[in-house]
């Protein structure tokens, strides 16, 4: 089992930056792809990012491609979410998942609660 708990959202300016994290805990997470999810009011969960289990892999949804960056730490079983040139589109609550590197959500097997991120214009 993994446990993940996001953190780092808050409220921030369109073109500020905000860095999310997700700690894992109950294994390592060496070994095991990583992603970031959003959903806004009123939508479905969407694809954000994804990260390989080394780190050296990645895959951008294209609407934060170019202004968002993944990356993971695994001595410290932390993955990262960095956001930069935010945009009140990207206001959603954001979630971390770990099992796979794939844009599908069906393909995770565990979830955090979400951290919830405000980009006022």
């Known amino acids: 089992q993994v446990q993940l708990v996001e953190s780092g959202g808050g409220l921030v300016q369109a073109g500020g930056s905000l860095r999310l994290s997700c700690a894992a805990s109950g294994r390592t997470i060496s070994g095991i792809g990583m992603g970031w999810f959003r959903q806004a009011p009123g939508k479905e969960r969407e694809f954000v990012a994804t990260i390989g289990w080394s780190g050296t892999s990645t895959y951008y949804a294209d609407s934060v491609k170019g202004r968002f960056t993944i990356s993971r730490d695994n001595a410290k079983n932390t993955m990262y979410l960095q956001m930069n040139s935010l945009k009140p589109e990207d206001t959603a609550l954001y979630y971390c998942?770990?099992?796979?590197?794939?844009?599908?959500?069906?393909?995770?097997?565990?979830w955090g609660q979400g951290t919830q991120v405000t980009v006022s214009s």
């Open positions: 998942a770990a099992g796979s590197s794939s844009p599908y959500e069906g393909a995770y097997d565990y």
